[in-house]
């Protein structure tokens, strides 16, 4: 067994895991982060900005009662029915009828994440399974060397691959070296055998 | 066969519980979010929120954080403001802020602990192989962190999966191996063969000697030689004779 390549296989295995888990924030952040942040910015100000109307018209739209017009139950759960049956074509239609490109901006960006939320989440779960068969194969590596080393690697690579696809490649890519390096290190043997094996080999 | 199936558990259950512990990061907030507004909508009302958000446009006057300052922060507004004088809805406002505010503070240290805790008995699992009883400790002891905090955060049911693997590795590992009764007597009383001994009455290793063992691993071609026993070299066959 190489143990500076069991080490990094499982250092690498322990950090994809926990960048996969953590892959729905970071590819969140990375996918629609400057989007958001400068909607926001454009929207925000005193008092709520144009934030504050849009919540207005929101309730409108969907035909809350006003704030303080109502009770307070109420008021919450019509606000949440909006939200859970809201779509982009809803916030386009309000943009329309109220006149305010915030709405088109929201729309826009809403339909972007949507599209974008089915490879999230088939990302995550990939690069989860991908990151569990990484610390299995650096086991494995102990006793079958070059099956759990190729293990390793190719969970490394698969790994790197499907955190491209939820689109958040930088943390994964620190993990995925570690794995890689591992697993090449766990094929090559420890430093002992592979003295023996080149003696044997200039015996023969 | 025992450390074995200890080392499986614990790295099985160390593994569900290291991505249930970083999942608690997405569902503990969700639950705090949605239990506030379950509260919101079934014991406050409009003056709470009104009240609420009076508070937060004052918060930067808070200057004891305890319980008993926040309470007088909440009389202080009341006093000031022009919208509602009920120094009891401040009060009841503010006692509820603040019991949300701390529930958060524990959960984050919770979640921080769940994570440090599954990391922990990850490496209680490989350690369990060379030191049993250390490991073990490692995995027991994390498994019950990690069962309390999952209980406090409402997140037991993907937790207990792990816990029950973590706990039936550490109790693997600390459950002494047996031994058959000749092997265990062996190990009391170690004999010398008989045909270890010669006249000199000194008892030599039967395994065969090489004098350049260690160049042979350094990758330094090793000589063809017969391997020499001890007990038989020229001195004391002299001896012998």
Redesign the interface.
């Known amino acids: 067994m190489n143990k500076a390549g069991y080490c990094l296989s ?1 250092i690498g295995g ?1 950090l994809a ?2 960048f996969s ?2 892959l ?2 970071t590819g969140l952040l990375f996918f629609a982060g400057n989007d958001v942040s400068r909607f926001i910015s454009n929207n925000g100000g005193q008092g709520g900005g144009n934030l504050g109307k849009m919540w207005e018209k929101i309730g409108d739209y969907y035909k809350v009662s006003p ?2 017009s109502g ?3 109420k008021y ?2 019509g606000y ?1 029915n909006a939200f859970e049956t809201m779509t982009a074509s809803d916030l386009e239609d309000m943009a329309d009828k109220y006149g305010m490109d915030s709405f088109g901006d929201l729309a826009r960006i809403y339909r972007k994440i949507d599209a974008y939320l089915p490879k999230l989440r088939i990302g995550v779960i990939a690069c ?1 399974i991908a990151s ?1 068969a990484a ?1 299995i194969g650096a ?1 494995a590596a102990r006793k079958y060397r070059v099956g759990g080393g190729i293990t390793v690697v190719s969970a490394g690579a698969l790994t790197v691959i499907f955190s491209l696809l939820a689109g958040s490649i930088l943390p994964m890519a620190a993990a995925s070296v570690l794995l890689v390096a591992g697993g090449l290190m766990q094929m090559k043997g420890p430093k ?1 055998q592979r ?2 094996d ?2 044997s080999g200039g015996d023969a | 066969m025992m450390k074995k199936a200890a080392f499986a558990l614990g ?1 099985a259950g160390s ?1 569900l519980a ?2 249930f512990s ?2 608690m ?2 569902t503990v907030p969700y639950k705090i979010a949605s239990n506030v ?1 379950e509260q ?3 014991g ?3 003056k ?3 009240a609420f958000n009076e508070m937060v446009l004052h918060a930067g006057e808070i200057t004891d954080w305890s319980e008993r300052g926040i309470l007088d922060f909440a009389a202080s507004v009341a006093k000031k403001s022009d919208v509602l004088t009920d120094r009891y809805v401040y009060e009841n406002t503010a006692s509820f802020a603040y019991g949300v505010a701390w529930g958060a503070i524990i959960c984050a240290v919770l979640i921080a602990l769940s994570v440090i805790c599954a ?1 922990v008995s ?1 490496i209680g699992s ?1 350690v369990c192989r060379k030191a049993r009883r250390g490991g073990g400790i490692m995995m027991l002891v994390s498994a019950f962190i990690l069962i309390l905090a999952a209980i406090y955060t409402e997140t037991i049911l993907p937790m207990a999966a792990a816990c029950l693997l973590l706990t039936l590795g550490g109790i693997f590992a600390l459950v002494p191996a047996g031994k058959p009764l000749a092997a265990r007597q062996s190990a009391r009383m170690p004999q010398a063969p008989a045909q270890w001994q010669n006249l000199s009455g000194y008892a030599y290793p039967q395994q065969p000697y090489y004098p350049q063992a260690p160049a ?4 330094v ?1 090793f000589p063809e030689e017969e391997p020499r026993d001890m007990a038989q070299s020229e001195g004391e066959r002299n001896i012998t004779e």
């Open positions: 499982i322990v895991v926990v888990v953590l729905v924030i704030f303080l009770r307070l139950d919450i759960k949440e989860l569990v610390l086991q002992a003295a023996s080149v003696q | 790295y593994i290291l991505i970083l999942m990061i997405y507004v919101a909508k079934n406050m009302g409009n709470n929120v009104l990391l990850f490989l042979r691993s350094a990758g071609p």
